[in-house]
């Protein structure tokens, strides 16, 4: 059995057709696969290279082999899908799962696009190629023993992938943990309401994830506590101590494993001085023990 590729650049096709079939079960799914590693660690990193040296290591100078080529996607790989990640931080969607995959997807298909195009534009014998040429054992010439022989260590490679992939496709389940985070009106980690004048509407987004391998009951309580700068002589620094505190608004929700909830959320405070709006998760009706906090200190003039 032969593989190889020349007149058609089908390493590209299959790795345009790979991205968009992971991306689109990811996203159905909502979380990520072993079969899916690829199109974080190599493939945005392959079509690349590809875009960048589209020849055989034989068509001109500057080439690159296939050792190269594929050390290259990898390192690319991590360079590009990172910042990928970081760009979107600065767009109005935000960083989020389905975000960065669409992202990647179109990141991939794109430079695939061009590096097809470049290809074809060189002439066949000229374009990347690669033949790999998959032969049998010619038991004709092998004995009783080396057959049997063959026959385990063929065996015993295939368990041994088998026992990995399964390994791999079902590791053990970690420490449970609740992500509970807020970020700025633009759905990122900046632009936060830090000054405001009296009165004047403050917006933020609330965001919680179950990773607690069970459906969980959650309480998100929201309170406005007023704080007084007061310096330590033993520290050296200012530290903060609670004078009043109100408790704005509660939320109930309901997740199940793996899933997510957002909620926008806006203020007023009409009083100066400097506030922390405190934001407090309690789960399955623990409200003695807060289970997370995250606040944001607020300025009113």
Known sequence: ??????????????????TLVMTAGLLAFGQGDILAILLVLFVPGYVLVAALFPGSVTSEKGEIDWIERIAL?????IVVVPLLGLSLNFTPFGIHFAAILATIALFTTGVGSAAYWRRMRLPPKLRLSLTVDFVGPDWKNHGALDKMLTISVTASIIVAGGTLAYVAMTPPPGEPFTEFYVLGPGGNASGYPTNLTVNEIGSVILGL???EFVTVNYTVRIDLVGVLLVYNATSGFNGTVEVNRTTWSTFNVTLADGRNWTQPYTFQ????????????????????NGYREVHLYVRVR
């Open 209 to 211: 994830v179950n990773h």
């Open 1 to 18: 059995m032969r593989l190889h590729f020349q007149d058609k650049p089908w390493d590209l096709v299959a790795a345009v057709a790979y």
């Open 73 to 77: 996607s990898f390192g690319l790989s």
């Open 269 to 288: 405070i009409n009083s100066t001085g400097l506030w922390k709006v405190q934001f407090l998760l309690f789960k399955d009706g623990d409200f003695l």
